[in-house]
């Protein structure tokens, strides 16, 4: 039932907005007439000429050196089969997002409409002049072989068959991690590989270039092992690997084995298999969704096996995304001709590597369900793992230029690696660390407006991907109308409270007559309240204990929701208030405070939000360098209504002074000062942010909000929030007409939020 749903969900976000997951931006200016003139005709003739003159040029003058080809003809998309190549776009799109996502790679996707491998590799062929590189993804076998081998010949750009390198690469990371676990070496070890499509052909040659020798690897497919008196079913490629021996079914291979790898089909591995093997065996049953044996089967028969599966909800994922992002940033930037074996076995080995490494603390606590320390459960670092853009490409540029294959060396390495650290903006990753560790300790997150469709469809994203226990808030009898008419599936059981007939109503009247009976509420007005309004009865349910977070905000102002929620939760001690507003635009991020709350902060209000919006933005992984934003710089026109932000430094200083702030500020300044470095160096080399600021407060509520919503809707970039800071307990207020996604975003930040005060109290009972 959850897949249903997860497929209506896919489907309303590729169709949702504009179609699909791609567009193109330009990276040059073109406001004016001389902008169009310089970038296209007639100043675009310039590098034309140039290029001709040198083609290699091309890569100074275009985006070609930072451009993938994903191509494919969808023969073999996913486990589906033959697909076509029109019916193949959305996993070429998805493919170059990822691109995009974790090596700032352009991916571009191709889809070529030929079963045939000559017209497939001509058009192929003709095309890759435009590319730094190209990605060959779901092409059936043989063919893939043949293509990928005749393009290699004939272009003099990396080609790239990632079903079938990917896949190896990782899996020797792994490999590489558990013989060391083990005590064993690459030319000792007895393995089996099922399965001789693509992705198993390429394994055993680049496990046999890694040391693996010839005799000791038994290949078998349908029909059995690959031996050498064997003449039925095999192709050049199988019979590259047929090995002289007695063994002819998987059964008679895996008795005795070191290594099972598994690229076939579900349940191909039975237990008597498993129990046949080596002491300590190593066994990656790598079929998907389902693997050859799962490691419960395993587990149940030997305990001193060493497992992966190709699955993320078990330790040891082998997963492509872990190799091909990184491995074409390395060759790209290195101009590299070819991705040679070489470079393969030095990205298995960089990740192999990096699994041996003390992890980072917001890795380990992202997976906190999980120790991620180098052992049986952790031989291959988890996808989104931040160090890997640092780790894998230059390891792979290292091994181009040693092989003789890189056209441009890179001469100074370790700025090489700085250069990729910061090329990457953290925030999704942040908020990738946030979700997982969410998923480890899921909270009870109440969606007030639960009688919205998209409320409910929120709801169930939510439990659906693991986050937790969502409680919708309204009729239920008018919830359960909602979901049969939108046919949700799964949704039968999520938890619902009527506010009005709940058993709980008497204690939160209680409660929220004992807050206000002062502030002019009568008795009843407390029961109305309760009663009658969703977020007052969602707030009481999280101040009570009854749940752990709450998120609102779909259909009413953030106003009215910010009074309702502050009639029944008190702001945290010491702290203040504020709306915190994150805007992602084009890979760079910018915290702007305050956007929701304070109208005309004085200058301690807006010290105290400098001072919670620099710890938020680090917590989301950026180091923060703080701005305090007016129409003056430094004084320069000098007006009365900039003195408030010059205090506002003022009590920064005198803080800092004191010990109390650990991060870059300064101001008063304009908001080009603050974010173009080139201009603030020049014309205020004394100011004290080494970058551009990533955290702007604003003078007022009027500035702040209006920006962020320029920003959002003209400057094409990605809103999250505004976040509500400063609570004692947690609650967010999405924007009014949030999606889907922005719900669930926004329900995850309000979970995160309770499990940070959790850990916090429980530091402080230790204390």
Known sequence: MAGKSLDEEALSLHASGRPGKLEIMATKPLTTQRDLALAYSPGVAAPCLRIRDDPSLAYDYTAKGNIVAVISNGTAVLGLGDLGAIASKPVMEGKAVLFKRFADVDGFDLEVSTSDVDEFVNCVRFLGASFGGINLEDIKAPDCFIIEDRLRELLDIPVFHDDQHGTAIIAAAGLINALDLTGRRMEDVRMVINGAG?????????????????????????????????????????????????????????????????????????AEMIRSMAARPIIFALANPDPEITPEEVRAIRDDAIIATGRSDYPNQINNVLG??????????????????????????????????????????????????????????????????????????????????????????????????????????????????????????????GEEE???????????????????????????????????????????????????????????????????????????MVNQDRNIFAACMVQQGDADAMVTGLTRSFSVCFEDITRVIDPQPDHILFGLSIMVVRGRTVFVADTTVNERPDPEQLADIAIQAAAKAREMGHEPRVAMLSFSNFGQPMRVLSKHIRDAVGLLDERAADGGIDFEYDGEMSTEVALDDDLRNRLYPFCRLSGAANVLIMPGLHAANIGAKLLQKMGGGTLIGPLLIGLSKPAQVAQMGATVNDLVTAAAMAAHDAVAQDAKGRTVAKV
């Open 198 to 270: 693509a992705a198993a052909i390429a394994c055993v040659e680049l496990f046999k270039s890694m040391g693996l020798k010839a005799e000791n690897v038994l290949l078998c497919d349908t029909k059995g092992v690959i031996h050498a008196d064997r003449k039925e079913g095999l192709n050049q490629w199988k019979a590259a690997h047929a090995v002289k021996t007695d063994a002819r079914t998987l059964a008679d291979a895996m008795a005795g084995a070191d290594v099972f790898m598994g690229v076939s089909v579900k349940g191909a591995v039975t």
């Open 454 to 528: 998209r409320t409910i469809r929120a709801a169930l994203a939510f439990r659906n991907v693991g986050l937790g226990t969502p409680i919708l808030i309204g009729r239920e009898e008018r919830i359960r109308e909602t979901m049969r008419a939108a046919g949700l599936v799964g949704a039968d059981d999520l938890e619902i409270h009527n506010a009005k007939l709940s058993r709980h109503n008497q204690r939160y009247i209680d409660f929220l007559y004992g807050r206000l009976q002062r502030r002019g509420s009568l008795r009843r007005d407390a029961q109305r």
């Open 324 to 449: 091909f992002p990184y491995i074409f940033r390395g060759a790209l930037d290195v101009r590299a001709r070819t991705i040679n074996d070489a470079m393969k076995i030095a990205a298995a080995r960089a990740l192999a590597e990096l699994a041996r490494e003390d992890v980072p603390d917001e890795v380990d606590a992202a997976y906190s369900g999980r120790r991620l320390r180098y052992g049986p459960e952790y031989i291959i670092p988890v996808p989104f793992d931040p160090r890997l853009i640092a780790a894998v490409p230059p390891a792979v540029a290292e091994a181009a230029m040693e092989s003789g294959v890189a056209r441009k060396p890179i001469a100074d390495m370790e700025q090489y690696r700085q250069g990729l650290r910061s090329r990457l903006d953290p925030t999704a990753d942040s908020l990738q660390f946030i979700f997982e560790k969410v998923r480890a300790q899921p909270k009870r997150v109440v969606f007030a407006e």
